[in-house]
């Protein structure tokens, strides 16, 4: 009595265990292809990609310019207008300049960083916002990114519903 008592309970279980899983509906969404077609991603790497360009070009200007003074101070050194000591003065001057260079540079990238997370947050958001809308209107209790599934019907794609929703 008490194994059939078991057994029971174990279908039982079983029976439970396969109807939830049976009832959990799923989708995958191509989040990339989803974003590149957002036009706030297109302004938003087109603004990252003029700050970069602007940020670049101030960066070589002072590489040419101490290109320019080491040259020059170089050319000094040889013909003797300088004493050792002015030299070594000069010398000082222009690894302190190095040194802004590479700390300039430094602080470009992290600038970008800084500007591209502000500018791709809240892109990044509303795409977010419009999946969670979608997986909740239809019933979806898992949505997944197509880049990381290994296989996935063309019917439960829901990219379409989520670019409805983004008014794509």
């Known amino acids: 009595m008490h194994q059939v008592f078991k057994f029971t309970f174990v279908a ?6 396969t109807a939830t899983a049976s009832a959990q509906k799923f989708g995958f969404v191509n989040s ?26 101030k960066g ?11 040259q020059a101070l170089q050319q000094k050194a040889q013909d003797g207008a ?20 590479g700390n300039f540079e430094q602080s470009m990238m992290n600038d970008l960083q800084k500007k591209r997370q502000e500018l791709l947050e809240p892109i ?3 795409v977010n916002d419009a999946i969670k809308a979608v997986a909740e209107e239809n019933g979806y209790q898992f949505i997944f990114d197509q880049q990381v599934l290994l296989y996935g019907q063309d019917s439960q794609d829901v990219s379409g519903l989520v670019r409805a929703k983004l008014g794509l």
């Open 60 to 70: 070589q200007a002072m590489v040419e310019s101490f290109q320019v003074d080491y």
């Open 124 to 126: 990044y958001k509303s």
């Open 12 to 17: 039982l279980l079983l029976m439970v265990a």
């Open 82 to 101: 300088l004493s050792p000591k002015q030299q070594q003065e000069e010398a000082a001057k222009l690894q302190k300049r190095e040194q802004e260079i």
């Open 32 to 57: 990339a292809e989803i974003l590149a077609d957002l036009p706030a991603m297109k302004a938003a790497e087109s603004n990252l990609e003029g700050l970069q360009k602007q940020l670049q070009k």
